[in-house]
């Protein structure tokens, strides 16, 4: 039986309406956070093993507008013959709002990532990186992951950890989303590759103690 992990994708202060921050998700109030930490907890408690990862910017990264002159937030740019989409200056390394706000005991790990001024990324897990490193050491196969946002970096880290080859769930109902529409993409894209899309942690409960009983 394949042994389940956790991925917690950046609940941190800069991307929820909670701490007021400066790219805020819509719907990441307070009662989202402590959902998500509710549901985390009870992933820990029965013994998965369960990391986050934390955007870490430099002051001047390549995604930040205030980089760009004559650029604003929420515009793009080509950078290198690519598309780079622009946003506000967030999760800037030793800043408060860069924190996560998950009771960061729950977690084995917290991986940073994106902190190369000059390159962008969206998932956290690479394939020979820190994260797959973690995974690989607890003898994870299966991965379930949820956090901010639907459309960006949960999207990511979910295709990511599927084509390394990990099966990998995302909790819909835990995450939030930067749009409506660019969501329902990414659910939709996810879904045709072969990543399994519940509703709520519910949905899984009963699978993940089953699997657990016969490991």
Known sequence: MKKWGVIVVDVQGDFTEWEQGSLAVPGSDEGYVKSAETATRLLRDLGLPVFATQDWHPPDHISFATRHPGKKPFETTVVDGKRQDLWPPHCVQGTENARVLIDN?????????????????????????????????????????YGLATDYCVKATALDLLAAGYPTTVIEGLCRCVSVDTAAAALDEMSRRGIRIVSALDGILGELRRDILET
């Open 105 to 145: 005991d729950l977690f084995l790990a917290v991986v940073k990532k994106a902190h190369d001024r000059d390159a962008d990324s969206y998932s956290g897990f690479q394939r020979g990186g820190e994260m797959h490193a973690l995974l690989q050491m607890k003898g994870v196969q299966k991965v379930i992951v």
